[in-house]
């Protein structure tokens, strides 16, 4: 058998390649399609099967433009709803292809349609080699269950329960388990970085697994989950109908500087890619910095959401092709245009540049021994309980478009996340918003504590 994983790091996605005897099988593809074709097309396989583990909100899926490309039929949950061309499957429904096969089990809980994939291959046909788990089992986590309109998170927690120890459980303790997403995912809470695992070791390291109790596993499922971006609910209806063919969207129209002005006196989005330092030493006042370098797309989507309609800052035409791509793997496709000329164009029309002053982790030390000076740490939660600087006001980013944090505008404030890509987009955000007094902490909470310097550990309170 022939099987190969697809990561996708900007959101943290994977995707699969299997096929036998020429027949191959893609499951959860994403949004681009052509590195599907071009694998096979290198092995001489022909793609007759798209299986979708569940209707993805994260990400808007590629199975419609890679079934209309290439002949293959698309099978995905019962419970799905699906507006497509598909095979609606069930429990049990096994698909053949060459001399190996999936076995579908319904394992309800991330939503009602999930399915995992238990596959037997050819070099032992009688017992199952690996599983494909979608979103239901991660490596150290599951998959969250606040993400239907049709049952509440708990009932979907209670599912979950059922689904995990009933069915993927039930599997020997040496399936290799390949999960739809890894680290850095907002389909889970705390999944670890690796990209395969099996049962065994999921069975005796996988948190959720070693919650004992239905009613317990519940609780802790659905207690401080992680907030969950409008654009999710979006990406699964888009899923659910299917995505058209990314040739379809129109040529980005070039924007001069006179008129990116006059957009932003209309309040128009101005998303600047370009790296966090760069912006940081001169950018478009009032721009959002989401810099190509990390978890882009979803942000963006978080952040922005999906009709915002930016306008795109960069330096280079490859710039603005791999953050129309990005975009585009996450829905976001009504962008106004680019600034022509990116920052040059606009210094080249007269206009101001606005600056964000940085900080290192030993002058802010200093200057919070002097006073004056406020500490905002926007990362999520267990990263602020593991430790953070004392005295720190919590406000994770992720929470941003749902309320502004309280500050002192008299004082100024350092900003800080992890290592410096969070903070960058909370301090554009919050200079967008009329914050003038903001500082980025360089190197986030990892520089502070490489220099030395302490954290506290406790619970934290809403800024």
Not at 287 to 310: K, R, Y
Not at 375 to 389: C, N, Q, S, T, Y
Request: with cysteine; aromatic share 8%; net charge negative.
């Amino acid at each position: 058998m022939y099987f190969e994983q697809f990561y996708l790091g900007c959101l943290a996605h994977a995707s699969y390649l299997l096929a036998s005897e020429g027949e191959a099988v893609v499951v959860d593809p994403q949004r681009d399609v052509d590195l599907y074709l071009k694998a096979a097309d290198e092995h001489g396989l022909k793609i007759r099967h798209i299986v979708e583990t569940h209707l993805h909100a994260d990400f808007v899926s590629g199975h419609s433009e890679l079934a209309a490309r290439t002949g293959a039929q698309i099978y995905i949950g019962a419970q799905a709803g699906a507006q497509f061309p598909h095979v609606a499957v069930t429990d049990g429904f096994e698909l053949n292809f060459g001399k190996c096969k999936l076995k579908v089990l319904e394992t309800s809980g991330h939503t009602p349609e999930s399915i995992c994939l238990v596959v037997f291959s050819d070099d032992k046909p009688g017992s199952p080699w690996a599983v494909l788990t979608g979103d239901t089992l991660f490596l150290g986590d599951v998959g969250r269950p606040d993400l239907s309109h049709t049952h509440t998170p708990r009932q979907l927690a209670a599912m979950l329960y059922d689904s995990l120890h009933s069915k993927l459980m039930s599997l020997p303790d040496e399936v290799l388990v390949y999960p739809a997403h890894g680290a850095g995912s907002l389909c889970g809470r705390n999944m670890r970085a690796e990209r395969s695992s099996t049962i065994g070791t999921e069975r005796l390291t996988n948190y959720a697994l070693q919650i004992a109790g239905k009613e317990k596993f519940v609780h802790e499922l659905t207690s401080n989950l992680p907030a969950r971006p409008e654009y999710f609910s979006q990406d699964a209806e888009i899923n659910r109908q299917g995505a058209p063919a990314l040739a379809a969207l129109p040529e980005l129209p070039a924007i001069s500087a006179v008129e990116l002005r006059r957009l932003l006196d209309e309040d128009v989005i101005a998303l600047d890619v370009r790296p966090n330092d760069q912006f940081a030493a001169g950018h478009v006042p009032g721009s959002v910095n989401i810099a190509l370098s990390g978890q882009f797309a979803s942000w963006a989507g978080a952040m922005l959401g999906l009709s915002s309609q930016p306008v795109l800052i960069a330096d280079t035409d490859e710039q603005i092709s791999e953050a129309r791509m990005r975009l585009a793997r996450i829905g976001l496709e009504g962008e106004r245009g680019y600034l022509m000329d990116g920052v040059k164009g606009w210094l080249a029309a007269g206009f101001e540049m606005a600056q964000l002053p940085q900080i290192t982790p030993h002058e802010l030390s200093e200057r919070l021994q002097q006073g004056g000076i406020d500490v905002l740490d926007v990362r999520r939660e267990p990263e602020f309980v593991a430790g953070h600087i004392e005295g720190a006001n919590w406000w994770p980013l992720d929470r941003f478009k749902l309320a502004p944090p309280e500050i002192d505008l008299s004082r100024a404030l350092a900003v800080h996340c992890k290592s410096g890509y969070r903070s960058m987009i909370a301090c554009s955000l919050l200079e967008r918003a009329g914050f003038r007094n903001l500082i980025n902490l360089r190197g986030g909470l990892d520089g502070w504590q490489q220099a030395g310097l302490p954290v506290e550990v406790e619970k934290p309170v809403l800024a």
